[in-house]
């Protein structure tokens, strides 16, 4: 019976982790903690939908495949593999792994036209605890996790990008053709807004749109703006500022409560997070 890598426990993995680590271990080969972990991820983008670009099928092939991998980064101090989303063979997808310290820095570069890159830093010693473990399903902890972060990061926005590229509908807000996409933001208050523009880079570009920004400022402002000024992020931020004091000015010679709860409001405008799209 096979199952996914986030249902694994410290008696039972996937049948395909178990064969590889065993096959790796029969072959002869030291495995470190960081090799032991590109065999989760590819694991992980073999049950999220990817194949190797030469197609191996059955796990001993799977063992000589990833030996080269781990054969390769002795001499160059990364791992490197190429992936095809299954059916659409015209592009692929570079998964780049390099360690820093105990945790590992995975990159996954979409081979298309504008070279797109998603990323994400993993903790290695938190899912590879033990690997002299006396028992395979040993060596692993917190599978589940680990799961959760690779698809988040990486397997969703990469699939979702493949797919849009390809001309195939994908469900998720980055597959979307960008007037649909527009239509539903115009639906979200500005900070469910920031929020959506911090979930991948690619959003955050798309959001990135002057023509956006006027058609919010219109929904949520009633000024006028009497100048040839065409940055409507900026306008769209300094009137917001300008509105909050406005409407919490009265607020200052109240109890020390609503000063706090203004002060709260100012640490809102001044956080950071306005400077990932505004």
């Known amino acids: 019976m096979n199952f996914p890598l986030e249902e694994s426990t410290t008696e039972i993995i996937p049948a395909i982790l178990n064969n590889v680590i065993k096959q790796l271990q029969s072959d002869g080969i030291e495995l470190m903690q960081n090799d032991i972990f590109i065999v989760l991820i590819h694991v992980l983008m073999l049950e999220n939908g990817f194949v190797t670009t030469n197609n191996v099928t059955d796990f001993i092939e799977h063992a000589k495949h990833i030996t080269k991998i781990i054969q390769s980064q002795r001499k160059t101090g990364f791992y490197k593999e190429k992936f095809l989303l299954c059916g659409l063979d ?15 820095f995975v990159n996954a570069a979409i081979n298309n036209d504008n070279q797109e890159m998603y990323s994400v830093c993993l903790p290695t010693s938190r899912y590879v605890v033990a690997p002299k473990a006396s028992t395979i399903p040993m060596i692993f902890r917190d599978l589940k996790h680990l799961s959760t972060a690779y698809k988040n990061k990486i397997v969703s926005p990469v699939k979702s990008r493949i797919l849009s590229y ?3 509908p994908s469900a998720s807000l980055v597959g979307l053709p960008d007037d649909i996409f527009f239509s539903l933001i115009m639906l979200l208050s500005i900070e469910d807004i920031i929020n959506v523009s911090k979930t991948c880079k690619r959003l955050n570009v798309i959001l990135d749109n002057e023509t956006l920004w006027h058609a919010l400022y219109k929904r949520d402002f009633q000024v006028i703006v009497e100048n040839d000024r065409t940055d409507w992020k900026m306008i769209y931020k300094e009137t917001y500022v300008a509105e909050l004091e406005k409407k919490n000015l009265p607020h200052l010679t109240g109890t020390i409560h609503d000063f706090m709860d203004i002060s709260d409001m100012i640490s809102y405008i001044d956080n950071p997070l306005w400077g990932d799209i505004l």
Do not use: E, L, Q, R
């Open 90 to 104: 015209d592009m692929t997808v570079d998964i780049i792994m390099s360690p820093i310290g105990s945790a590992v």
């Open 166 to 168: 390809c001309g195939y």
